[in-house]
């Protein structure tokens, strides 16, 4: 199973991105459906944290207080997709965005709990 991440990049603080993670490789199309999938942030010197998660009925959790209101999770299992919107970013939102499944059906913000990795995407944010 590979995930793949992509859509960071390098802005301004107040603009806004839109995140995105395929995943393909399960050996049937539906399997994508019964993820779990989950958007991570590391920062430089700190540990990988939990930014929001979307179950397979649709189910959201935001970790980070200083996110919500801010950030938008979706998936799209026709596309076996999710996607994460960010807006009104801050410089402390700089950090690599990773994507990451399991195949439960509740959210988790641990790390450990998670089989499958993306790459991550870099978010630069600057003032």
């Known amino acids: 199973v590979q995930l793949q991440a992509s859509g960071g990049g390098s802005v301004q603080a107040g603009e806004s991105l839109r995140l995105s993670c395929a995943v393909s490789g399960f050996t049937s199309d539906s399997y994508f459906n019964f993820h779990t999938l989950t958007w991570f942030r590391q920062a430089p010197g700190k540990e990988r944290e939990a930014v929001s998660c979307i179950d397979p009925n649709g189910n959201t959790k935001y970790y980070l207080d200083s996110l919500k209101g801010r950030i938008t999770i979706s998936r799209d299992n026709a596309l076996s997709a999710v996607y994460l919107g960010t807006n009104s970013l801050l410089i402390e939102d700089t950090a690599v965005y990773y994507c990451?499944?399991?195949?439960?059906?509740?959210?988790?913000?641990?790390?450990?709990?998670?089989?499958?990795w993306g790459q991550g995407t870099q978010v630069t944010v600057s003032s």
């Open positions: 990451a499944a399991h195949p439960y059906r509740i959210c988790s913000g641990r790390t450990q709990d998670y089989r499958y």
